[in-house]
């Protein structure tokens, strides 16, 4: 009895906190949200994207020298040279949308961490794995769609060794505070295939391969694709500033 006494001024007190209230208070009509339109077809890059690979050429990117990369370009497709390093994009991003697809060389006779190995780092330092996820055995903080030696993904959306696979990823940088201190760390969401594999997963840090993650501050960096020693192909690369 008391206690249903008790829930009922309750909510006749809140409700009088909001009598006076009017509809328009909670509505704003200003910054006007960009108008972008949409690519024409599923993974098209949309009209405010920077078009990182469209096919043609390799001019948004340099190798880890700053040179021109040794990359293969051919048919509109990008193939890792293994051997020759990773490349990174000529320009630095920070909180971003990124789509990417990616194709896994024929397996011959590697597997686990050999087979189909690159990877996507954002900012140059953290990675998402990229690797052939066809029946392919290895720890599962390093298959396909993992946080590299930081988490598992949801789940393996690979679909065929030979087929493109496409990511959709979104990045949101970590925030250092004025005396280094790190405010906010890195967070990620990934879609493989239209899968979730990652959801808003907060990162611990860089990608060391030994050892653990761990922060440094830095502002803006070049994405990085990573030579791990396989003809990684990928395709329709396209970034979005947030
Ligand atoms: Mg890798």
Known sequence: MKKTLFLTICIVCS???????????????????????????PGAAPSDAIILFDGSDLSKWVNDKDQ?????????VLSIKP????????????????????RSPAPENYNGQNRGNSGIFLMSQYELQV??????ETYVNGMVGSI??????????YTRNGEWQVYDIYWKAPKFGTGDELESPAMITVVLNGILVQNNYMLKGHTPYIGL?????????????????????????WIRNL
């Open 213 to 237: 993650p761990q922060y440094t501050p830095h502002g803006r960096l070049p994405l990085m694709l990573q030579d791990h020693g396989t003809a990684v192909s990928f395709r329709n690369i």
């Open 68 to 76: 021109n990369p040794e990359w293969i370009v051919k048919d509109g």
């Open 148 to 157: 590299y030696k930081q988490t598992a993904p949801l789940a393996n959306a």
């Open 15 to 41: 409700f009088g906190a909001f009598a006076q209230w009017t509809p328009a208070q909670t509505e704003w009509y200003y910054p006007v949200p960009p108008k972008v339109t949409p690519g024409k077809t």
């Open 131 to 136: 690797l052939d996820g066809d029946n392919n």
């Open 83 to 102: 051997g020759t390093g990773g490349i990174k994009t000529k320009e630095h991003f920070g909180d971003c949308q990124l789509h990417i697809e990616f």
